[in-house]
């Protein structure tokens, strides 16, 4: 098979029919083979009747339902463990990543010989300070990473099999397949297109959401961030050496012993803050290598259609 289409559907399930029909219309244009899979996030908004209707009208319609709400990077691996072409499509389910485009993507990957082919998202059609939050978080991931990661790039794009395949053997529980794609380092390149708007609703990332997102994937693909608090601590031990002379001269100097009970309290409180916060920062990591090690599935299959065989 030439093409798979992976799709996590969280939300916006009135975009369904018309999100099959749109790759339909653009993959039988290519004159390719394909499969269109859509991975439901057990959203409970009414998807999964829509994916399933969708699934028994067409079997080149896959459906995946899971069991419990997994996340978009989880669900993407769900999709990519069961699909079966030479090469992977991610993107969302809102109609944002216009599915007529796929053929620019394809025929990119193919004539230059590459990997990867991400797309850079123009005119994005986000709130600003949705696009705002994104942008800090992709710098901050950037430096702790040391990944010149862009931020314009979302979900959109097309892999290779064997970098597909990297992704669902790796054992990362903060999963993107962005992220991992630019990690991995295979030959890749870029397209730019504009961003559509979404199909109806609004998007499902709340701010907790994003929050325990942005920790899982820091956390995931960066050590550094255990070197911010040492550095810290350093550079406060160097302030603290600097008062402890200040004090001892002007204690045998001017016989004076500097006052400064409310800055001292302060301090105290401060650095228990900050040491509570260091404490918190390995715990995170110590829960990652904890997720890991009881080895439990990254996402549980409530059921599929169209699927013969299907590897968890």
């Not at 993507?105 to 005119?123: A, C, G, H, I, T």
């Not at 397209?191 to 109806?200: A, D, G, L, S, T």
Request: aromatic share 14%; proline share 3%; net charge neutral.
């Amino acid at each position: 098979m030439d093409i798979s289409v992976v799709i996590p559907v969280f939300g916006c399930p009135g975009a369904i029919p018309d999100l099959c029909r749109r790759l339909n219309e653009s993959l039988t244009q290519m004159k390719v083979s394909y499969e269109i899979i859509l991975v439901d996030d057990c959203d409970k908004m009414g998807s999964w009747e829509k994916v399933e209707a969708a699934a028994r009208a067409d079997s080149r319609v896959k459906a995946i339902g899971l069991a419990r709400n997994s996340g978009q990077g989880h669900a993407i691996t769900a999709g990519i463990a069961a699909s079966k072409g030479d090469w992977i499509v991610t993107m969302d389910c809102d109609l944002q990543d216009a599915p007529e485009k796929i053929h620019i993507l394809y025929d990119k990957v193919r004539e230059e010989n590459l990997d990867v082919v991400f797309v850079r998202r123009q005119k994005r059609k986000d709130p600003l300070i949705t696009r705002a939050f994104s942008r800090l978080f992709h710098r901050i991931f950037s430096y702790l990473s040391q990944l010149p990661f862009d931020y314009e790039l979302g979900t959109y794009l097309i892999a290779s099999r064997r970098s597909a395949d990297y992704f669902v053997r790796s054992k990362d529980r903060g999963r993107d397949f962005t992220m991992y794609l630019v990690w991995l380092g295979l030959p890749h390149a870029f397209v730019e297109f504009e961003h559509e708007n979404r199909f109806e609703g609004k998007s499902s990332y709340t701010f907790a959401r994003k929050w325990k997102y942005a920790v899982g994937v820091m956390t995931t693909f960066s050590n550094k961030i255990l070197d911010i608090p040492i550095r810290f601590g350093l550079f406060c031990a160097f302030l603290s050496l600097l008062y402890i002379i200040y004090a001892l001269v002007q204690y045998f100097a001017f016989n004076g012993n500097p006052e400064g009970w409310t800055t001292l309290a302060a301090a105290v409180f401060f650095f228990g803050g900050l040491i509570l916060s260091t404490l918190g920062i390995i715990g995170v990591y110590l829960g990652n290598v904890f997720d890991v090690t009881k080895d439990r599935p990254l996402y549980i299959v409530r059921e599929t259609i169209n699927l013969e065989e299907y590897k968890d």
